[in-house]
């Protein structure tokens, strides 16, 4: 795969977009590869505002160790590259259109309805189409989450993360540096899905969540029953409440107006978009407290699922 070779880097995928801008190239910094403590175990540090990743991930089943180490919330959205398209393509072909789009929403140019409707007529085929695979879930500062996810051998991806910054306004942390690319390796990591205790189900619009969440260590494992209309595709996060209602949460979750620190709840991860059929496991620990599983973007349609540890 190819880097984006020129200095302005234009955030990719809407729910997955953030707005056009310039951005700093990826850092020599960022592309060296973390020290990997366990087979199958991908350390990834977020900061504000970069991803240190190792540039090749292993393919099969792997576990993203995904520590924020930043003052804003940060995740990690994936996107796999059909066959024949790069990382340029995906900041030509979709990041210039929704920059484009975007910048005529904020000046309130267009409606938000028009701005969906346009944006989807102008990302290309490919993008629709092109399978999300999870990716870790929003994650708070000073937290470290887990999340299995399982990559093709050999294909290329993106990884993105589109929270508002908080000081600079209508742009993203893609617009900064949280926007690059990944290729898969060959090699696989061997490892098997784990057996899990808690199952969640996501469908159009509904959390189904089976088993019991009690204080202490659980796996939970997330499946995706069917894809939603539009652009963005079905993921869950665990936010532990302090003083907002989970559905006050849920509408901080709107990349389009909000999504802007600091956030209402804390974030403890989870699985980010997946296309129907996908799979992610969550390795969480909970301890006594309000919760709840909330959808980015579908949570206000009723994908909200509170409950309380005691």
């Known amino acids: 795969m190819r880097r984006l070779g020129t200095p302005c880097l234009l955030m990719a995928a809407a729910l997955g977009i953030g707005v056009a801008g310039c951005r700093a190239p990826v850092s020599e910094e960022a592309a060296e590869p973390a020290t990997t403590p366990e087979p199958g175990v ?29 003052a804003e919330p940060h995740f990690m959205f994936m996107l796999d590259l059909p066959d024949g398209v790069t990382f340029d393509d995906y900041a030509a072909d979709v990041a210039q259109p929704f920059g484009e789009l975007y910048a005529k929403y904020r000046a309130g140019e267009l409606e938000q309805a028009a701005f969906l409707e346009q944006l989807g007529a102008a990302v290309p085929e490919w993008f629709m189409t092109a399978p999300r695979v999870g990716g870790a879930g929003f994650t708070s500062p000073g937290e470290t989450s887990e999340t299995m996810i399982h990559l093709q051998p050999g294909d290329n991806y993106t990884i993105e993360c589109y929270v508002r910054t908080m000081t600079a306004g209508d742009t993203f942390h893609g617009d900064h540096g949280m926007l690059r690319p990944l290729i898969v390796g060959d090699e696989p990591t061997g490892l098997e899905p784990p057996a899990s205790d808690i199952d969640i189900r996501l469908s159009n619009y509904d959390i189904a969540v089976d ?63 997946m296309s129907a059929g996908g799979e992610s496991y969550l390795d969480i620990d909970l301890t006594p407290g309000r919760y709840a599983w909330i959808s980015e973007t579908y949570g206000p349609q009723g994908m909200i699922h509170e409950f309380t540890v005691e």
């Open 211 to 273: 088993g019991d969440l009690t204080a202490g260590r659980h796996i939970v494992r997330v499946r995706v029953e069917e894809d939603p209309e539009g652009l963005i595709r079905h993921n869950v996060h665990l936010a532990r409440l302090e003083d907002e209602p989970a559905t006050a949460v849920a509408l901080w979750m709107n990349w389009v107006d909000e999504l802007m620190p600091p956030a209402p709840a804390r974030f403890l991860g989870g699985a980010g978009q």
């Open 42 to 70: 991908v350390e990834v540090r977020a900061e504000d505002y970069s991803f240190t990743a190792p540039p090749s991930f292993p393919s099969g089943w792997v576990k993203l160790r995904f520590h924020n180490a930043g």
